[in-house]
């Protein structure tokens, strides 16, 4: 009963292309997160959303880009994917943004650029 | 700045050994620790948590020990198993419920 949904688990995109990446949750949590983790590395924050607010981390690079059109469903696009994109992209949730929470993390997308 | 680090990068245990990982941080005004487990090709997994007001909270094989004077977070896994192999991380709770990662350790379980 999975409860942090990314879909698809691999994705392969070309240079440049445009991809979207897409999480859904079943939890109700009004926060959203997208992180990148790369090869034996700890995630990324890339972005976050509490309920409709976006928040931007300020090393994310413009060629990321995130919508969030109700509580369940979260994208992650990237415009024009290069090489150093190659990654696994996570997404996770929480209840809200009061500390001592836990997020909860759904199994990623790993993502290829050829 | 603020950061959190793990001391070992790999830990090879034999199968029924106990297994500690170790982690320290930086930020005093931490208040809220959490373990996760990664398996390969799979998101972080939730293992356990602490805050700062405990020095240890126990779960199923699972022990977690905070020591707020040197900044140490250890999470302690009682007759490791195969199924116990994987990358375990350790983040700091910062303001707005943001994780601040450690570096993560890879533990490896001998048959």
């Known amino acids: 009963d999975a409860m942090v949904i990314q879909n698809p688990r691999y994705q392969v995109t070309q240079f440049g292309k445009p991809v979207t990446l897409s999480c859904s949750q079943t939890?109700?949590?009004?926060?959203m997160y997208w992180y990148q983790q790369k090869s034996s590395q700890a995630p990324k924050l890339l972005f976050h959303?509490?309920?409709?607010?976006?928040?931007n981390e300020a090393d994310t690079p413009d060629n990321f880009q995130s919508r969030r059109p109700n509580t369940s469903f979260c994208f992650l696009d990237i415009r024009s994917p290069g090489l150093g994109d190659a990654a696994m992209y996570l997404c996770?949730?929480?209840?809200?943004?009061?500390?001592?929470?836990?997020?909860?993390f759904g199994d990623g997308t790993r993502l290829s650029i050829l | 700045g603020e950061s959190v680090g793990l001391h070992l990068p790999t830990l090879s245990v034999q199968e029924g050994d106990n297994s500690i990982i170790n982690c320290a941080y930086s930020?005093?005004?931490?208040?809220?620790f959490i373990w996760y487990k990664q398996e390969s090709g799979k998101g972080p997994q939730f293992i356990i948590d602490?805050?700062?007001?405990?020095d240890k909270r126990q779960g199923q094989r699972v022990t977690v020990l905070l020591n707020k004077t040197v900044k140490h977070l250890s999470l302690q896994i009682a007759a490791t198993q195969p199924g116990d192999s994987a990358v375990y991380f350790c983040?700091?709770?910062?303001?707005?419920?943001?994780?601040?990662f450690g570096g993560g350790t890879r533990l490896m379980v001998k048959p």
């Open positions: 996770a949730t929480s209840r809200d943004s009061g500390g001592g929470q836990p997020q909860h």
């Open positions: 939890l109700n949590h009004n926060v």
């Open positions: 959303y509490y309920d409709k607010d976006f928040n």
């Open positions: 930020n005093s005004a931490s208040d809220y």
């Open positions: 602490i805050r700062s007001n405990m």
């Open positions: 983040a700091e709770n910062n303001a707005g419920n943001m994780l601040t």
